[in-house]
């Protein structure tokens, strides 16, 4: 099957769950407002209109709102979304769409609608196509591991890179890809369950005899020349090309140009927030922080009375941890170890089935709920809700003479979830990944990344496997 008619089905099937979750949503708000238990709080004065006039009304709007998703880029296919990745993507269209759909019912003067069906429209259509778009991702990674419309894929490199690239695509059937082989410069496959199909010169070959729809570069940073050779011997090809940066080209992606006087600067490395945005987030922080609190006081106070009387020793640990500009701080968890527990092997990461961890600790680490007195530490201005993981003075001083640019995570306050944890990498995961996620959430901060994160945290917290 060729690579046009295999990016053309679902796309086009998810255009057609968009129209009917937005025809859904206009009939259940006329529903809402004239014949629902609404009407008791807001009564229907000026009789009841036509349902054929909404109807009408919505083949005006939905071919308008499905052209913004286009727009959006929300039909192409997807493979590597979340739900969430869509989610405050879709509010925001909407909240146009809502703006198209007033002005052209402004312009209408044939028929009255109601302002109250509009406001339930925005909130309505927000439910039904998250609904249909949820279903349809679902039916998107079940038809991926069924070995439908698989786009066929040659890895071109070696080393570390290369092999978790290839291990990752390889374990996870829903993203639609099929691995067929590698191609790199040493006379080994980067995973032995996938062929060596040649080197590098032999990649022109390797696209058109097999049929390739995607090429995936992962090669280190000293494979410049490397990298530009493969590209230049691909011209002709109607092949893909997609480049996993490495970890200086990521570090470089905020360059910008930037005018003074007359005179061109490349503005290499920015302030992590603006004073407005640290405002932002503080004051986000500060409230959503008091509110869970709030709310999960029952479950915290069961929780310390748990590890009270299950082991002995006090309910809360308390550790030195650094935070924003470098600066110390003690970070509050439940105690999930015994008191001695680092007595004899001084600082270490936990493991897996660590012995040193209490029956109820294992419970607590395994769904993260050791942590959550940390929402003390957020209120008092140590941490924030998303950002880097805080790591211990013993680590740091090792890792920013190892790990490139480590020290960048210090621009921000750090987090009781983040960027690298929310993508799989918690627990000994290797830390210089950890660091380039931590990076591109540091230079790529918003409000909605945030929102966006702490969504996907609550799915990493119940389904995760590599929490301990």
């Not at 009564?43 to 499905?66: C, Q």
């Not at 570090?251 to 490349?266: A, K, Q, Y």
């Not at 941490?383 to 621009?411: A, D, N, T, W």
């Amino acid at each position: 099957m060729s690579k046009r008619r295999k990016d053309i089905l679902l796309p086009i099937a998810t255009a057609v769950v968009d129209a009917l979750a937005i025809e859904a949503a206009f009939l259940l708000s006329y529903w809402l407002r004239f014949s629902s238990p609404l009407t008791s709080v807001f009564s229907v004065t000026k009789g009841y209109p036509p349902l054929e006039a909404y109807l009408f009304g919505s083949l005006f709007v939905i071919p308008v709102w499905l052209w913004l998703f286009s727009r959006r880029g929300m039909y192409a296919t997807r493979r590597t979304l979340h739900f969430s990745d869509e989610f405050f993507a879709l509010v925001r269209l909407v909240f146009v769409g809502m703006l198209v759909v007033m002005a052209a019912a402004f312009f209408y003067r044939t028929f009255s609608y109601s302002r109250i069906v509009f406001a339930l429209l925005g909130l309505t259509s927000i439910l039904t196509v998250s609904l249909g778009r949820w279903s349809m991702l679902r039916f998107e990674q079940w038809w991926y591991r069924q070995g439908r419309d698989l786009q066929r894929v040659v890895v071109a490199g070696s080393g570390a890179i290369a092999t978790r690239l290839v291990a990752s695509l390889r374990h996870n059937p829903g993203l639609g890809y099929q691995v067929v082989g590698t191609v790199s410069t040493e006379g080994s496959s980067a995973d032995q369950a996938v062929p060596r199909l040649g080197s590098i010169e032999d990649l022109p070959r390797i696209v058109a005899d097999q049929h390739i729809d995607l090429v995936l570069l992962a090669f280190g940073e000293t494979d410049h020349a490397t990298v530009n050779r493969l590209v230049r011997s691909c011209d002709g090809l109607n092949v893909e090309l997609m480049m996993l940066p490495d970890l200086v080209e990521l570090l470089t992606s905020r360059v910008r140009v930037r005018e003074i006087d007359g005179m061109p600067f490349l503005r290499i490395k920015g302030v992590a927030l603006t004073p407005f945005d640290a405002f932002v987030k503080r004051t986000f922080d500060l409230v959503a922080a008091v509110l869970i609190l709030l709310l999960i006081s029952p479950v915290f106070l069961l929780l310390a009375l748990l590890v009270k009387l299950t082991s002995r020793g006090p309910v809360f640990y308390f550790q030195e941890r650094i935070g924003l500009d470098g600066e110390p701080f003690q970070v509050m968890k439940f105690r999930s170890m015994r008191t001695d527990a680092e007595s004899s092997t001084g600082p270490v990461w936990a493991a897996k089935n660590d012995p040193r961890t209490t029956p109820v600790g294992k419970f607590l680490r395994r769904f993260s709920l050791d942590e959550l007195p940390q929402l003390l530490n957020v209120i008092r201005g140590d941490m924030s809700l998303v950002g880097p993981r805080p790591e211990r003075p013993h680590f740091v001083e090792q890792f920013r003479r190892e790990i490139p640019k480590y020290l960048e995570r210090h621009r921000v306050r750090t987090g009781m979830t983040g960027w690298a944890q929310v993508n799989g990498l918690r627990g000994n995961a290797p830390i210089d990944e950890r660091t380039r996620y931590d990076i591109y959430y540091v230079e790529n901060w918003s409000l909605v990344f945030d929102l966006k994160i702490i969504s996907k945290t609550i799915r990493a917290v119940l389904f995760g496997e590599d929490a301990y």
